[in-house]
């Protein structure tokens, strides 16, 4: 978060280690460090490493193996998006503002924030609706907010609190290391970065949420741009001048222990049949996009 004029942001502690990093070992729940929002940064600009897929209109989409195994594992994803006419600062508060989400995102079901750990990390919870055959899902993220010059960073991990355990009627999802990098071009431009390595659960085949995720990304993060568009008119009706991820004095959410939280492994999660979903259906919904 940005403190207002004139307050220096506190360096963030802990160790150095990406969330990406944290789903795969034992070590309690951290809160991500300059160094990590840093090494974000860089992973979103690198292109080594990375699959070209899709290059077209403003939209670039780029996909990793993990694990070497093309089949049976699960893809890193990145899409890059130029956002005409709309500011960084813009991009920024919409993707923070869970208030607007609810009116914009035609997918959500519930989301909201659970509590604050420091002045720019928080605990929340969403769920949205799935195509049949699948059932929805929902996902408790550890999200954490940084501007670096002209630039923000928003990311998450997936964390477990004994307060909200999977529901019987979702299938919990892990984000494994989830972000987004905003950069300004000037004024009103700006450019958005996704980068997601998530395992939806359930007994979807890795190949059907791999080949998916190619398309309903890209599909999510135009929403997203003309949400902004809409965004000004639509924040100076409801609550203008509140905007706690710039100003955290101004954060009424009660404060989480580190200590009540772990990390959700994604093999800890209960596999439900959802294999019924054929190519086709997946091409269905890329050709109705």
């Known amino acids: 978060v940005s403190s207002p004029p004139g307050v220096p942001l506190p360096r963030l502690g802990f160790i150095v280690i990406l969330p990406g990093e944290l789903q795969k070992s034992e070590l309690s729940v951290l809160i991500p460090d300059d160094r990590a929002f840093s090494n974000f940064k860089e992973e979103c600009g690198s292109e080594e490493g990375w699959s070209l897929t899709y290059n077209k209109t403003g939209m670039t989409v780029w996909t990793q193996t993990i694990g070497g195994d093309e089949e049976k594992s699960l893809h890193k994803i990145k899409c ?69 010059g002209s630039d923000y960073i928003i990311m998450n991990y997936s964390v477990k609190h004994a307060k909200y355990p999977p529901k019987k009627d979702m ?52 929403k997203i741009s003309k949400a902004c568009l809409k965004y000004g008119e639509w924040k100076q009706r409801h609550n203008p001048g509140f905007k706690p991820w710039l100003y955290p004095e101004q954060t009424t959410l009660p404060t989480i222990p580190v200590s009540e939280l772990s990390i959700q492994h994604a093999d800890s999660l209960e596999n439900i049949d959802e294999s019924t979903l054929s190519e086709m259906q997946t091409r269905e919904e890329r050709d109705s996009d």
């Open 80 to 148: 890059r998006m130029a956002c005409k006419d709309v500011p960084a600062e813009t991009m920024y508060d919409v993707l923070h503002d869970v208030e607007y989400r609810r009116k914009w995102d035609a997918n959500v079901i519930e989301t909201f924030d659970i509590g604050k750990l420091t002045v720019n990390a928080d605990v929340g919870y969403y769920s949205w609706k799935c195509p049949k055959p699948l059932r929805n899902r929902d996902v408790i993220t550890l999200r954490s907010w940084l501007p670096m």
């Open 171 to 222: 299938v919990r999802a892990v984000s494994i290391q989830t972000g987004y990098l905003i950069q300004s071009h000037g004024p009103n431009h700006c450019t958005l970065t996704y980068l997601a390595h998530v395992d939806p659960k359930g007994s979807l085949p890795k190949w059907v949420v791999n080949k998916s995720s190619q398309f309903l990304a890209p599909k999510a993060m135009k």
